[in-house]
């Protein structure tokens, strides 16, 4: 039996039906399409950025079943390209795998696109769909870097596990008076630049740091900084040269680390996107690094 739906071009439209008023916001071009088992196609989700889609596979298909997959996306939506990731369950597996492997660099379907310019909430970012699993904006956090713009007037935001700064952009949007985004990648906070300036933002290289976010925490900690809001929004596992960081077994860690910096009546804004681990969980270890903190 097939591990996809019957009459699979009609899930997919009706998918895209129940975006409702996204279908025709010009300030948000990048958004959830498909969300698997919700929307009829379990393990399997898809993004639009502007005209071009990327589905991910969260489970194995057959090179027929994936052909299937990828001919409906371009029926049902008509995107201009539809890029394919495919994605472990488990982060650490990356290590193990080609690249090429799981995300091709070139487009399944339709013209391979280098990159374009998707929107959300009326801001631009860059979008690189052949340049690995992660294409350049998390969108699951789309609500809450519309919250941190509306906040953010006359604030100070540290901004850690940038990536290419979607809420450092936000931030700064907003009107916040100074936003630091640490990450571990150079490549990717110079990628960040580019996103601030594509929104008329001034860049300062100092507020864009490359490095081990746990030494920084504890640099910025024994120089007695502190920030209005401090945003950890960490990928689920990664390593540096210093650290490995789960967010499974580590966030209280982080909760504890972060939360040094947070100044008197400020916010520590902790997300997480590790589906396996129950909400709960992720509540009490936050609490309890916050508590070891002096912060609770």
Same mark, same amino acid.
């Given at each position: 039996?097939?591990?996809?739906?019957?009459?699979?071009?009609?899930?997919?439209? *009706?998918?895209?039906?129940?975006? =409702?008023?996204?279908?025709?916001?010009?300030?948000?071009?990048?958004?959830?399409?498909?969300?698997?088992?919700?929307? =009829?196609?379990?393990?399997?989700?898809?993004?639009?950025?502007?005209?071009?889609?990327?589905?991910?596979?969260?489970?194995?298909?057959?090179?027929?079943?994936?052909?299937?997959?990828?001919?409906?996306? *371009?029926?049902?939506?008509?995107?201009?390209?539809?890029? $394919?990731?495919?994605?472990?369950?488990?982060?650490?597996?990356?290590?193990?795998?080609?690249? &090429? *492997?799981? *995300?091709?660099?070139?487009?399944?379907?339709?013209?391979?696109?280098?990159? %374009?310019?998707?929107?959300?909430? @009326? %801001?631009?970012?860059?979008?690189?769909?052949?340049?690995?699993?992660?294409?350049?904006?998390?969108?699951?956090?789309?609500?809450?870097?519309?919250?941190?713009?509306?906040?953010?007037? @006359?604030?100070?935001? %540290?901004?850690?596990?940038?990536?290419?700064?979607? +809420?450092?952009?936000?931030?700064?949007?907003?009107?916040?008076?100074?936003?630091?985004?640490?990450?571990?990648?150079?490549?990717?906070?110079?990628? @960040?630049?580019?996103?601030?300036?594509?929104?008329?933002?001034?860049?300062?290289?100092?507020?864009?740091?490359?490095?081990?976010?746990?030494?920084?925490?504890?640099?910025?900690?024994?120089?007695?900084?502190? +920030?209005?809001?401090?945003?950890? &929004?960490?990928?689920?596992?990664?390593?540096?040269?210093?650290?490995? +960081?789960?967010?499974?077994?580590?966030?209280?860690? $982080?909760?504890?680390?972060?939360?040094?910096?947070?100044?008197?009546?400020?916010?520590?804004?902790?997300?997480?996107?590790?589906?396996?681990?129950?909400?709960?969980? +992720?509540?009490?270890?936050?609490?309890?690094?916050?508590?070891?903190? =002096?912060? @609770?």
């Amino acid at each position: 039996m097939s591990a996809l739906p019957p009459r699979l071009v009609d899930t997919l439209r *009706a998918a895209r039906a129940r975006r =409702g008023a996204l279908l025709s916001d010009a300030a948000t071009t990048a958004f959830r399409l498909l969300n698997g088992a919700g929307d =009829g196609v379990p393990d399997v989700t898809a993004d639009v950025f502007g005209d071009v889609v990327v589905v991910s596979l969260y489970r194995d298909l057959s090179e027929a079943e994936e052909a299937t997959l990828l001919d409906a996306a *371009a029926a049902a939506w008509t995107p201009r390209s539809v890029y $394919l990731k495919r994605r472990p369950r488990e982060a650490r597996v990356l290590a193990n795998v080609a690249k &090429d *492997a799981l *995300a091709p660099e070139v487009a399944a379907r339709g013209e391979s696109v280098e990159d %374009l310019v998707a929107k959300e909430n @009326g %801001l631009s970012f860059h979008i690189r769909p052949g340049q690995g699993l992660s294409v350049g904006l998390y969108l699951d956090m789309r609500d809450t870097r519309a919250w941190l713009q509306a906040q953010a007037p @006359g604030l100070t935001v %540290l901004n850690l596990f940038a990536y290419t700064c979607g +809420f450092g952009v936000a931030a700064t949007a907003g009107g916040a008076k100074r936003v630091l985004n640490l990450d571990a990648s150079r490549r990717v906070l110079e990628w @960040g630049e580019e996103n601030a300036r594509l929104n008329g933002q001034g860049v300062d290289r100092y507020d864009y740091v490359a490095g081990d976010v746990f030494d920084w925490l504890q640099r910025l900690s024994r120089k007695g900084e502190a +920030f209005d809001v401090v945003v950890a &929004d960490p990928p689920s596992f990664s390593t540096t040269r210093t650290t490995r +960081f789960s967010a499974a077994r580590d966030y209280s860690r $982080l909760a504890e680390a972060a939360s040094r910096v947070v100044a008197p009546g400020g916010r520590l804004v902790a997300c997480c996107n590790l589906a396996g681990l129950p909400v709960r969980r +992720f509540e009490t270890m936050v609490l309890e690094g916050v508590t070891r903190a =002096g912060r @609770g």
